[in-house]
């Protein structure tokens, strides 16, 4: 994995986030997302924490995903094709099990086209495993849902993508 050229901040997605996330999304898959859909995924409640990678003051990635009871359930997950494989979706990932964990999240859960085999290499290269299918799931083509789990504590421990003097990697608070 190369360290990316400029510093990333992870930080919380506000609903200002939308053009970039929906220009990233539409890039990102056949059967995009809705501006109405995404945007009510960017701000803040008790079930949701939705993050966005910035490099250079740029969103060049985002993690959607619900609070389920002690799951978190990853929604979304992309990257702008420019700013692949530099560890954004690792450092998001790892990010939101950070966040996650002291709210009482124990496992990470999501759904992942059978198609998309790069996506389920990185989860699992993350340690997360494919548990189950659920037939028909997308309704553009009738394709199958991969269903992968993994506790959130090995998540937590990755580190992000630019160690200490290749260009820090800041992470705010809010
Ligand atoms: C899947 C995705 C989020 C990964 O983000 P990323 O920032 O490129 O991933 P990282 O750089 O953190 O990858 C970490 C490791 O995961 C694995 N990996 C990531 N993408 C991979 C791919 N396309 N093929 C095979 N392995 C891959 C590799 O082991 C990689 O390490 P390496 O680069 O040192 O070999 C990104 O490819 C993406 O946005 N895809 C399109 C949207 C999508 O399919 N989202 C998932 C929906 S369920």
Redesign the pocket.
Known sequence: ?TAPAAPVVIRRSRPEDLGAVLRIEHL??SDPWTADALYGELGADALRLSLVAERAGQVC?YLMAWLVVDQLH?L????DPD?????????LLAEAARRAEPLGMVDVT????RS????R??YR??GLREVGLRPGYYGDNGEDAIIMTGPLSDLAALSG?APAGAGAEGENPD
């Open positions: 994995m990102s898959f990635g990853v979304n997950i992309a990257i700013a692949r494989r530099l560890g954004l979706g690792t450092a999501l759904e992942v086209r998309n085999t790069g996506a290499q990185f290269r993350h993508p």
